[in-house]
């Protein structure tokens, strides 16, 4: 069964920088996209950005505007989120998920929200002005 764990969240200032951890147990095959997802008070789950783990390819939403950056550590399914020049409306959820690829190297959203898609339980990030 897999299961995965956040870490790395807490409170932060505006402006400052904080790396989330997503680990992975268990056997993630077919589960080759792994995603970090947000989710604030009062709003719908949204995606944050996802990465291929046998390429490395990754996605980003269209807001990050190079702000975040997904990760993996090599030879491993320890995948990271860092978070740079924080802002309060970052203040969330953030959860990270599995799910297979669409195809070869093709992550979609849709796939995390599957029969398929696994998630953390969620750690808390709150950024303050």
């Known amino acids: 069964q897999v299961q995965l764990a956040e870490a790395g969240g807490g409170a932060v200032q505006e402006g400052g920088s904080l790396r989330l951890s997503c680990g992975a147990s268990?056997?993630?095959?077919?589960?080759?996209?792994m995603g970090w997802f947000r989710q604030a008070p009062g709003k719908a789950r949204e995606g944050v950005a996802a990465?291929?783990?046998?390429?490395?390819?990754?996605y980003y939403a269209d807001w990050v505007n190079g702000r975040f950056t997904i990760s993996q550590e090599a030879g491993n399914t320890t995948v990271y989120l860092r978070m740079n020049y924080l802002k309060p409306e970052d203040t969330a959820m953030y959860y990270c998920a599995a799910a297979p690829p669409a195809s070869w190297g093709r992550c979609v959203l849709n796939r995390f929200f599957g029969d398929q898609g696994v998630w953390g339980q969620g750690i808390q990030v709150t950024v303050s002005s």
């Open positions: 990465i291929y783990t046998r390429s490395s390819g990754t």
């Open positions: 268990g056997d993630m095959n077919p589960r080759n996209c």
